[in-house]
């Protein structure tokens, strides 16, 4: 299914399917709100965004965070939820328990239909993106309302309380999916591109990650898997994928065809990454325009 080019859902006099990302701003351009936007402009729908915290970021990491309170959250989310509506959400990067709370109450307000949220817990510098003391409120708050949650192997891990080299192979991920469940969402989408780094096993060939449903049986899981492209320019991956399925389930596709829409997407924008900065250069969300 493509998603992008000619099928783009817009056009004159109607309202496009709506999607709102709820995330930090990133200056240098490659991931939070930056990255979101880009996606779901891809994708034909209208984007809009609750601004959480103003990183200064570039490829070298970050090296400021201006954390937004909860008033000017709660703020930005009345003014588009009343108005405007949104079909979708899409969080990320939200910093505070006191966000993570004003996010929560909006999306049960405003009776959100499709909510994703990307645990966004540290950048790929370390920083850390969500506090340690909100990482309960997130769990206990938001994965109950998520209709998928897209948490990465290290997210996995410290969301379950697990050592950090608990998860080590594709079974292991699909257990740690299904333990998620347990926190309330209707699928859990876990992405195992840190997989082959955090075994030092640099021959690993595919990205695989799996989804697995409440609604589904038992240990059974769907994968997705893609080559691994030998690139570092990957700034800007998991927010690029949690935004692709939103926006997918902004346009009425079921969340399976959402996720593998997303990987086909991401691998695409990895594929054609830009090495932006003397650093870990962006994807390139264009390159799905073909
Ligand atoms: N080098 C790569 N080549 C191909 N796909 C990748 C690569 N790195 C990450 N991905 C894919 O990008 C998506 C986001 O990846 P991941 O790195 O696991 O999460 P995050 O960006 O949240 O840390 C996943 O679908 C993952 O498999
Ligand atoms: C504002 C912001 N949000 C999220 C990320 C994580 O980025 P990635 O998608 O590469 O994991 C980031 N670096 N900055």
Not at 58 to 66: E, F, K, P, R, W
Not at 181 to 196: I, R, S, T
Request: glycine fraction near 10%.
């Amino acid at each position: 299914m493509n998603m992008c080019g000619d099928e783009r859902s817009a056009s004159a006099g109607m309202t496009p399917p709506r999607v709102l990302t709820i995330a930090g701003s990133d200056s240098g351009g490659g991931a939070g709100i930056q990255a979101d936007l880009k996606t779901f402009q891809e994708f034909g729908v209208y984007g809009m965004s609750a601004i959480t915290a103003v990183t200064a970021q570039n490829s070298l990491g970050i090296q400021a965070i201006y954390t937004l309170d909860e008033n000017a959250v709660q703020a930005q989310l009345d003014s588009v939820l009343s108005d405007i509506g949104a079909d979708a959400v899409k969080t990320g990067m939200l910093l505070s328990p006191g966000n993570v709370l004003a996010v929560a109450s909006a999306i049960r307000q405003y009776g959100i239909r499709h909510v994703v949220v990307d645990p966004v817990l540290y950048a790929k510098d370390g920083s850390a993106l969500l506090r340690q003391e909100a990482i309960l409120t997130l769990r206990n708050e938001l994965l109950p309302i998520a209709e998928v949650v897209t948490p990465n192997v290290p997210e996995a891990c410290e969301l379950l309380g697990w050592a950090e080299d608990a998860i080590r192979s594709v079974e292991d991920m699909i257990q740690a999916a299904r333990r998620l469940l347990e926190f309330g969402p209707q699928y859990v989408f876990l992405k195992g591109g840190h997989l082959a780094s955090i075994h030092g096993n640099a021959k690993a060939e595919d990205c695989i990650d799996v989804l697995v449903s409440r609604a589904s049986s038992k240990n059974e899981a769907l994968l997705f898997q893609a080559q691994r492209i030998l690139s570092k320019h990957t700034h800007g991956t998991g927010c690029t994928t949690a935004s692709a399925i939103a926006a997918g389930l902004a346009l009425g596709i079921s969340v399976e065809e959402a996720v593998e829409v997303a990987k086909r997407f991401v691998t695409k924008a990895i594929e054609a990454s830009v090495p932006v900065g003397r650093g870990v250069g962006s994807l390139w969300h264009a390159a799905n325009r073909e």
